[in-house]
């Protein structure tokens, strides 16, 4: 499989697009190697599907350069080399899910087999049912299998989760397992921080329309540096738990807080000297959920829920 004239999957170079006064992204620099899997995770707004949309060549830059191996992302996609899923693609409700996948396969010069498609994406038992009567997570599923139908050799992957209950996401990245087996290229944007630890090799974070980190799983967490301190503190209050040094963001349930640190020695001898009664305290390393709040937080410290 060797499409790659730059030896990228993707690649941006200073890339930039405002919508009026905003800055939706700003100066990004991002390389994607074959075979790589990449989750692009940031808060609402951070500009994760701006971004998207410049790689499927939906929206293009004001500034900076995008390719999708190497060529301009509009012809990678003529060529089926990618497939797509964004949030909200519609379906037309009077085809059943074999007839909407078997005209997309129509579309492109070397599709799957329909059977294929439909059987990777665990939707073969509905195969005859109409797009007005799905579920929205089967509905995901359909257009997963519109995506793949092309045998693209990269997958872009806006939300694919999104209206899909527990059981039907584990599922869901089962069939995206057997496609990543092949060696293939996928970026997915997320919210759910599980679904970037257990899946990606590389979690991208973005935010305010600039990447702020970039690695694996382990290096992203490492970034945020910090510690949790998790304790029990009757008459706890949001201004006590604000006010202690090095903070980057708590959470508060009844008398228990858990709050992330940049340097937990400093938090702590603060809050012992703060809230003499506190107890239970355990002190623990930033998961990804942490480094993922250190590191999107705005300059002030945030409550979360
Ligand atoms: P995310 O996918 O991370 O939630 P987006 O890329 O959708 O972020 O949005 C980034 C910023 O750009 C937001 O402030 C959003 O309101 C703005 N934005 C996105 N698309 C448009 C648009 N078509 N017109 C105006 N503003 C937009």
Redesign the pocket.
Known sequence: MDNTQDGAAIRLRGVAKR??D?R??ESVDLTIAPGEVVALL??????????VDMMLGLTKPDDGTVSVFGRAPGDAVRAGMIGAMLQGGTLLDDLTVRETVGLVAKLHRRPLPVPDALRRAGIEDIAERRANKLSGGQKQRVRFAVALVSDPDLLVL?EPTAAMDVGSRREFWKSMYSFTDTGRTVLF?THYLEEAEEFADRVVL?RA?RIVADGSVAQVRALAGGRTIRAVLPEVTDSLVAALPAVTAFELRGDRVSLSSSDSDVTLRALLSAAPAVHDIEIGAVGLEGAFLSLTAEDETEAVR
Do not use: F, I, R
């Open positions: 919508y009026g905003v939706a992204v940031g808060p609402n707004g951070a500009g994760k599907s701006t971004t806006d944007a973005m329309g």
